[in-house]
């Protein structure tokens, strides 16, 4: 993916683990009060509230705010965008 672009991810039964992930899949994990996610690039991570809003949509997609970005102090950094309905947008 490159800044623009976007990918339909995929909803995995909660509690996947993140190993368990492809790109673009994520998981509900905690209640609903944390969600693994695995990037476009293949990146591993986790999202937790309070810091990000996580709502589980009519259609039982996420979207999660703010932003993600995946190792912004790398060289070169990770992934960074938004999932938005299930969708990953790259910023």
Known sequence: MASGDTLSGKRRPDYTLPHELEPGEYSLTEGGRAVWLC???GEAGRVEAPIWNIVVEDDDTL???????WDRDKDPPGWHGYVTKGNWFEV
């Open 63 to 69: 979207t999660i705010d703010p932003s993600i970005f």
């Open 39 to 41: 990037s476009p690039r």
